[in-house]
């Protein structure tokens, strides 16, 4: 997880503008203060717009500020990702589909073949019991992880599925160590030592070619 951040190849996608398409905050938006950390949008086609970026609320969505101080609400489908400085490290959010919605993720751990995220997510809880006996559902923010093998699209996995759902990701390109997932040293809290493991394996593999 301490790797330098790598070149971030952009596409060819025409840029979208986001000055004329995104949604404009009202008055009350957040200003440029010391807390919204400073940083850059990374557009489609590979320009840099400087200037202050919130923390991602929702699931996909950030608030811009330009340099110029205006406010802008920035969906994830409309740029390549952001990077933001927190206390002198860049820490990069890229634009991810995972094939139900997108998310800005975290890049936490950069592979030859197989790459870490995390991301906020928001879950509705519907266990609470008002004094009528109905349901008193509440929604849960929290932070998902999600693996991306290859470019192809980001698979969350989490305690609950883990041993399943890792088995099926790993077991076409490196089965043996498939088998090892849910043994002791192989769970979800060994999650990036399997990732390195997974990635040493596959970069073998290509060498004896």
Same mark, same amino acid.
């Given at each position: 997880?301490?790797?330098?951040?790598?070149?971030?190849?952009?596409?060819?996608?025409?840029?979208?503008?986001?000055?004329?398409?995104?949604?404009?905050?009202?008055?009350?938006? =957040?200003?440029?203060?010391?807390?919204?950390?400073? /940083? !850059?949008?990374?557009?489609?086609?590979?320009?840099?717009?400087? /200037?202050?970026?919130?923390?991602?609320?929702?699931?996909?969505?950030?608030?811009?500020?330009?340099?110029? /101080?205006?406010?802008?609400?920035?969906?994830?489908?409309? &740029? !390549?990702?952001?990077? &933001?400085?927190?206390?002198?490290?860049? &820490?990069?959010?890229?634009?991810?589909?995972?094939?139900?919605?997108?998310?800005?993720?975290?890049?936490?751990?950069?592979?030859?073949?197989?790459?870490?995220?995390?991301?906020?997510?928001?879950?509705?809880?519907?266990?609470?019991?008002?004094?009528?006996?109905?349901?008193?559902?509440?929604?849960?923010?929290?932070?998902?992880?999600?693996?991306?093998?290859?470019?192809?699209?980001?698979?969350?996995?989490?305690?609950?599925?883990?041993?399943?759902?890792?088995?099926? *990701? *790993?077991?076409?390109?490196?089965?043996? =160590?498939?088998?090892?997932?849910?043994?002791? /040293? !192989?769970?979800?809290?060994?999650?990036?030592?399997?990732? *390195?493991?997974?990635?040493? &394996?596959?970069?073998?593999?290509?060498?004896?070619?």
């Amino acid at each position: 997880m301490n790797r330098p951040l790598p070149p971030i190849k952009l596409n060819q996608t025409p840029f979208i503008i986001i000055l004329f398409f995104s949604l404009i905050f009202s008055g009350q938006a =957040l200003g440029a203060d010391e807390q919204t950390p400073r /940083g !850059y949008l990374v557009t489609k086609n590979g320009k840099k717009l400087t /200037g202050s970026i919130s923390e991602v609320f929702g699931e996909n969505q950030i608030l811009f500020i330009n340099d110029f /101080g205006t406010p802008y609400k920035i969906h994830a489908a409309l &740029i !390549y990702g952001f990077v &933001i400085n927190r206390q002198g490290k860049n &820490i990069f959010y890229a634009s991810k589909f995972s094939g139900k919605k997108w998310h800005f993720m975290q890049l936490l751990y950069k592979g030859e073949s197989m790459n870490l995220y995390s991301a906020p997510i928001i879950q509705l809880q519907n266990n609470a019991f008002n004094q009528f006996g109905g349901g008193n559902p509440k929604l849960i923010h929290s932070d998902a992880f999600f693996v991306e093998i290859n470019g192809r699209l980001p698979v969350q996995v989490s305690r609950v599925n883990f041993k399943k759902s890792m088995r099926r *990701l *790993l077991k076409t390109e490196a089965p043996e =160590l498939a088998k090892l997932i849910g043994s002791k /040293g !192989y769970r979800f809290k060994n999650l990036q030592e399997i990732i *390195l493991k997974y990635n040493e &394996i596959i970069q073998k593999s290509l060498i004896s070619l």
